[in-house]
C-alpha cells in the first residue's frame, strides 16, 4: 500500500508579503480550510527579510503595498524595510498565520493527479536535509519572481585583481562598512537610487555609476493628505480613502506615461530640474532612451537623491565599465574612479514558481507553453494559483485581488462538488504574447522562462486594478475558459494527519 501523505486543502508556498496575505484570506473567508504555508527560508517576510542595504524600502506606497485589510498606520508612507518587515510579521501573528507557517521547507516539484484530485508536493527540507512529501486539493504559489539564492550581476573584466571590496545588495551584511569609504554604486534601478543617499552622509564619496538613465520622480516621504485624513476619520476608513487616492494617481501616471509620453517626459524633467542645481547634466544623467513606464520608474522620497548630488556628497557618472583595476574602476571613455567599495545594484535574476517543476498527470508542464488565466492561474494546470503582484502599481493590490478570487473559487468548487478547475484556452483568436511588456534587461533576460499572456481577456494581463476588481472580484467564476471538471475522483483520506 503507497505511504499514505499528510493533506492540506490549500498548500501555500512562500511567507512573503503574498503567503502571509494569502494566509490571512484564508483564515477570514474559508475559516474551514486546512492549509500549511511552506517556506524555503528560515523566517517569514521573503523580500523584506532578505534585503538588508542600507537605507532598503519601499518604492511605491505603503498604502496600497499595504494589506487592503489591515491598515498601514505608520507615519512614512514610503517605508523601510524592517518596518515593513514589521508589519507583515505583526499580520501573520494577529490573523493567526504565523503557527501555520513551516519554515526550512523549499518546495521543490508538485504532481497532480487528476485520478485522485490532489497535488502531491516533493518538498526539500533546508534544515535537516531530507525529502518529505505532502498532498494537498489547491496550491497556492506565493513565491515572489526571483532567485533568493542569486542577484544578477554581468561578468566585468577585472574583479580579480581589484583589491577593495565587491558586495551585491542581496548579500549585504552588517560586517560591510562603508563608512568614509570611495563607494562606486554599479547600476541606475530602484536599488542604487536608495542606497547612493543612504549612504553618502557617512561615505567618503558615493558614485552612481550608471549605463544608462532612468526616469527618477521626487514624492513626499510622508502623504501630507494622508495624514490629514487619518487625524479625523477611523483607521479603517481613512485607510480605504488614501488607498483609492493612490490607487487612482498611480493609474493617472500611468495612463498619461503610455498615452502621452512626451508631456510626462516634459513633467519628470521639470520635477529634475527643480531639484538640482542650474546647469546639471540633465541630458546625460536623466534623460532615458524610453518612454516613461516602459521600464519601473524610480521613486526617490523627499528628493533625497537630488539632494545627495547639489550638496556634492554623490555624483552621477553615465559610462560603461571596461575593466576593473587593482584600485577601483576603468571606464568606456578612458576615466577612472577610484574606490574602497563597489556595490553591484546591477539587478535580480528573475525565476518563476520559485523554481519549482509542475507535472500534471504525469507530464512536466513547460511553462513558456502555459497562458496565464486573469493573470493568476495558468492553461493546462489544474487548481493552482499564482499571486503576483502588478508592474505598474503596488504587488499588494492584485495580490489581494487573486486571494479573493481563490477563496471564491473554493468555495463554488466546493458548492458544486468540483474536485478540479483548470484553465483552458479554447479560443484560437487569442494570440500571444510575453507576460510582461517591461524593455528593462532583468525582464528581457528571463522572460523566455515565463508562461505567456494571450491578446485578450481572461488570457491578457491588463496591469490595471480596476479592471481586476471586475474580473477577480466580480467576474463569473463559470466563463467557459475555466474548466470545472472531476466531480467522480475516487475519494480518498482527506483528514490532515499530524504534522
Ligand atoms: C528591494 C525591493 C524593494 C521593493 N519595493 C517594492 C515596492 O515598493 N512596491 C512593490 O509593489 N513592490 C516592491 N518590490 C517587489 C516585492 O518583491 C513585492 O512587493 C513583494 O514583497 C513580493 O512579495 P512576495 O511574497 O510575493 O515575494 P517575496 O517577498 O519574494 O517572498 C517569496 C517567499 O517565497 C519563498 N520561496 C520562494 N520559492 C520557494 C520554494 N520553492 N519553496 C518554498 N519557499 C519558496 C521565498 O523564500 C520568500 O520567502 C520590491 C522588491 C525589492 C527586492
Given at each position: 500500500m503507497p505511504m499514505a501523505h499528510e493533506y492540506l486543502d490549500v498548500l501555500i508556498v512562500g511567507a512573503g508579503l503574498s503567503g502571509v496575505g494569502a494566509g490571512c484570506h484564508l483564515e477570514t473567508r474559508c475559516p474551514g480550510k486546512s492549509y500549511a504555508i511552506l517556506e524555503a527560508?528560515?523566517?517569514?517576510?521573503g523580500t523584506w527579510d532578505l534585503f538588508r542595504y542600507p537605507g532598503v524600502r519601499s518604492d511605491s506606497d505603503m498604502y496600497t503595498l499595504g494589506y487592503s485589510f489591515r491598515p498601514w498606520k505608520e507615519a512614512k508612507a514610503i517605508a523601510d524595510g524592517p518596518s515593513i518587515l514589521r508589519y507583515v510579521k505583526e499580520t501573520a501573528r494577529d490573523y493567526g498565520v504565523d503557527g501555520k507557517i513551516r519554515t526550512g521547507h523549499r518546495v521543490v516539484g508538485a504532481s497532480w493527479s487528476s485520478a485522485e484530485a490532489r497535488w502531491t508536493v516533493e518538498v526539500e527540507r533546508t534544515d535537516t536535509g531530507e525529502t518529505v512529501h505532502l498532498t494537498c486539493g489547491f496550491l497556492f504559489m506565493c513565491t515572489g519572481y526571483y532567485r533568493y539564492d542569486a542577484g544578477y550581476s554581468p561578468d566585468f573584466p577585472g574583479t580579480e585583481r581589484f583589491q577593495g571590496q565587491i558586495v551585491h545588495p542581496q548579500f549585504w551584511s552588517d560586517d560591510v562598512d562603508h563608512a568614509g569609504k570611495r563607494i562606486v554604486v554599479v547600476g541606475s534601478g530602484a536599488t542604487a537610487v536608495t542606497l547612493v543617499p543612504a549612504m553618502a552622509d557617512t561615505a567618503k564619496h558615493v558614485t552612481m555609476l550608471q549605463r544608462s538613465p532612468s526616469y527618477v520622480l521626487s514624492l513626499p516621504a510622508e502623504d501630507p493628505i494622508a495624514n490629514v485624513v487619518r487625524r479625523f476619520l477611523p483607521p479603517k476608513l481613512a485607510y480605504s480613502i488614501v488607498r483609492w487616492k493612490n490607487v487612482l494617481v498611480t493609474m493617472l501616471v500611468f495612463q498619461l506615461s503610455r498615452r502621452r509620453p512626451s508631456a510626462m517626459k516634459a513633467l519628470i524633467r521639470k520635477g529634475v530640474e527643480s531639484r538640482l542645481p542650474p546647469g546639471y547634466d540633465i541630458d546625460t544623467h536623466f534623460k532615458p532612451r524610453y518612454n516613461p513606464w516602459d521600464q519601473r520608474m524610480c521613486l526617490v522620497p523627499d528628493g533625497d537623491l537630488f539632494e545627495v548630488l547639489s550638496d556634492g556628497s554623490a555624483s552621477i557618472v553615465t559610462d560603461t565599465i571596461d575593466t576593473f583595476t587593482e584600485t577601483g574602476l576603468r571606464l568606456s571613455s578612458g576615466e577612472e574612479l577610484e574606490a574602497d567599495l563597489v556595490v553591484t545594484a546591477t539587478g535580480l535574476d528573475l525565476v518563476p514558481l520559485g523554481g519549482m517543476q509542475l507535472a500534471v498527470d504525469g507530464r512536466d508542464v513547460e511553462l513558456p507553453k502555459t497562458m496565464g488565466y486573469k493573470g493568476m492561474m495558468l492553461s493546462g494546470v489544474p487548481n493552482m494559483a499564482v499571486s503576483i503582484g502588478y508592474t505598474n502599481a503596488s504587488w499588494t493590490l492584485k495580490c489581494d485581488l487573486t486571494c479573493e478570487y481563490v477563496c471564491r473559487l473554493l468555495k463554488h468548487m466546493d458548492e458544486h462538488g468540483y474536485r478540479q478547475a483548470t484553465p483552458e484556452n479554447n479560443d484560437p483568436s487569442v494570440t500571444e504574447e510575453p507576460f510582461i511588456d517591461f524593455t528593462s534587461g532583468y525582464v528581457l533576460r528571463a522572460i523566455d522562462k515565463f508562461p505567456r499572456q494571450g491578446s485578450k481577456a481572461p488570457w491578457r494581463l491588463y496591469q490595471n486594478y480596476a479592471r481586476d476588481i471586475v474580473a477577480l472580484r466580480h467576474g463569473k467564476l463559470e466563463d467557459g475558459a475555466l474548466v470545472f471538471s472531476?466531480?467522480?475522483?475516487?475519494?480518498?483520506?482527506t483528514e490532515p494527519l499530524a504534522a
Open positions: 527560508r528560515a523566517s517569514l517576510g472531476n466531480r467522480d475522483a475516487e475519494a480518498v483520506a
